[in-house]
């Protein structure tokens, strides 16, 4: 040891530097190898910037009654809540067909425009497509359009009334999508649904039948079904498209919205999601790729895709169920506290 360190130390000193130099060279090396190689060896679902981004979105604006809330209160209720989560940018899907003389609807929707959210087409008075035809169909748009396309904060986005895009009907559903093309419409697609609108039918019945409703296991189902939504779609997105998109979650102007989207945002922050505006949700790529071709195209972008590539493992989150849903809300919503 003594003779090997004597040798060192006989070594010139500009020849000691240049090892020094080699081995911090050689070790960095290393470590580029080390990291492109886990990279490499990193699975699909990490490709991608790996984070969770979501938009959110209200459809049926302005909405019937619910529940709790007075329908003209309500929207500014869900504004200034959005207001206070930080929600920068959601999209309305309105029907502007239900606006009246009758309602402040047509001034609630400008306000949600001046909070900085931003207006779509969802049909003037939400007629389902397997219900009517093409054109018929095609007419209630244009009938939205009349009324949304001079207002600020206006998208050229459409979306399906009840997600519904013709069914099994393949000539209807590609007529409507001709149509939507030729107006400059595109699909305002959902990739997550927690079936909102299924709770609060569920709450409007109890509340009718005079049962008694734990509001704060409301909430509480409301917001974990949410948010599993959203980590369903997630999982489920990454294995139908080998990357991390970003999510549009479907929600409505509902009773429930208002009074429990703030912790709906806060649930979703702590479980790791972003959430990102409107405009950033749809400038995925994946709405540009070519439309699902499933028969029955009912249902998330998501879904379709997966049903379409024949993607392993569940493709449908179980909380889309009435069955389950029902139970869910019986044991816990109206189990008195
Ligand atoms: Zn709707």
Do not use: C
Not at 132 to 146: E, K, M, P
Not at 330 to 335: A, D, H, P, Q
């Amino acid at each position: 040891m003594q003779r090997i360190m004597r040798q060192i130390n006989a070594l010139p000193w500009g020849l000691l530097l240049l090892f020094e130099f080699a081995a911090l060279v050689a070790l960095l090396l290393a470590i580029a190898l080390m990291l492109i190689a886990q990279s490499r060896s990193l699975p699909n679902a990490a490709i991608g910037d790996g984070s969770k981004r979501i938009a959110l979105s209200f459809d049926d604006a302005p909405r019937g009654p619910g529940a709790f809330l007075d329908v003209d209160v309500r929207p500014q209720l869900l504004n200034a809540a959005l207001n206070r989560a930080g929600v920068k940018q959601a999209v309305f899907f309105t029907n502007p067909g239900r606006i009246d003389a009758s309602n402040q609807a047509e001034q609630q929707l400008r306000d949600y425009v001046h909070s900085g959210h931003v207006l779509a087409n969802h049909t003037a008075t939400h007629p389902v497509l397997s219900d009517i035809s093409a054109d018929r169909f095609l007419a209630d748009i244009d009938q939205a359009q009349t009324w949304l396309k001079p207002e600020k904060g206006y998208r050229p986005w459409f979306r399906f009334p009840q997600l519904d895009e013709g069914g099994k009907n393949t000539v209807k559903r590609d007529a409507v999508r001709e149509g939507l093309k030729s107006r400059g419409l595109r699909n305002g697609y959902v990739t997550a649904d927690g079936w909102d609108w299924y709770l609060e039918s569920l709450t409007i019945r109890a509340q009718k039948s005079g049962k008694a409703i734990n509001q704060s296991a409301l909430r509480d189902l409301y917001v974990e079904t949410h948010v599993l939504s959203a980590n369903f779609a997630d999982r489920l997105a990454r294995r139908a498209l080998n990357r991390a998109p970003a999510h549009m979650l479907l929600l409505h102007e509902t009773d429930l919205a208002a009074l429990y989207v703030e912790d709906l945002v806060k649930a979703l922050r702590a479980d790791g999601w972003t959430i990102i505006t409107a405009d950033e949700a749809y400038a995925d790529p994946m709405g540009e790729l070519p439309a699902p071709v499933i028969a029955d195209a009912n249902g998330t972008l998501i879904q379709m895709i997966s049903w379409d590539k024949g993607v392993k493992g569940p493709r449908w989150f179980e909380r889309n169920e009435v069955s389950v849903m029902k139970r869910l809300f019986n044991e816990r919503v109206l189990r008195v506290p």
